[in-house]
């Protein structure tokens, strides 16, 4: 439903009890045994494969990698026009900081993602309101147990503005379409448990 059909598209569940999902280029997405467990519907877990699936196609991983690129040619230059800000702790840490910088998405990419995720989840026949729901459930638990979900707000930050604007995309949805979509499985639950 994509339009990126022509992906060698693979996913895996990662047995990891943090709370996390991501992607690789190329087709690849990694959705984590904790993140399992905490959807409570077919279509939560949807909406978190559908948003990973968009960052695919919309490339921004790649993005992120040319940037760091980018960013990396300039440091290179920057070593060599005043060596000592490359050297020892300044020089790591200079380093270090670049990488960081380009190891999460940004805010523009998120929405991209979630506006793409919703569009997915829908033509799949899965209800997408399970995409804010599942936002919900994040922000629920970062502020029950934030360790659990430290690696997903890293590299994925939720604000409750984007489940308001995933809301407002899924309005411009027929609400007659929305009450035919598939919000959970018999399925989903059997593996949920068999997973537990």
């Not at 494969?49 to 790649?62: K, L, Y």
């Not at 440091?75 to 300044?90: D, R, Y």
């Not at 995409?131 to 970062?142: C, K, Y």
């Not at 409750?160 to 598939?182: C, F, G, M, W």
Request: with cysteine.
């Amino acid at each position: 439903q994509t339009g990126a059909a022509n992906l060698p598209w693979r996913f895996y569940v990662v047995r990891d009890p943090a709370i996390n999902a991501f992607n690789v280029p190329g087709g690849l997405v990694y959705i984590n045994t904790g993140l399992i467990a905490q959807a409570n519907s077919a279509a939560e877990l949807a909406g978190a494969m559908a948003h990973e699936i968009a960052h695919v196609t919309q490339r921004h991983s790649m993005q992120q990698m040319a940037k760091a690129q980018r960013a990396n040619i300039g440091l290179t230059g920057l070593c060599l026009f005043v060596p000592s800000a490359c050297q020892g702790v300044a020089g790591a840490a200079l380093q270090v900081g670049a990488q960081a910088g380009f190891a999460k998405f940004s805010r523009n990419d998120e929405a991209s993602a979630d506006k793409f995720g919703v569009s997915y989840v829908t033509r799949a026949g899965i209800d997408p309101r399970g995409m804010p729901s599942m936002f919900r459930i994040l922000i629920a638990e970062r502020q029950r147990n934030p360790s659990s979900v430290d690696a997903f707000f890293a590299s994925h930050p939720i604000e409750e503005s984007r489940v308001a604007n995933t809301e407002a995309e899924i309005q411009k949805i027929n609400p007659v379409v929305i009450k035919s979509l598939t919000r959970d499985t018999r399925a989903f639950q059997t593996f949920k448990t068999r997973l537990s």
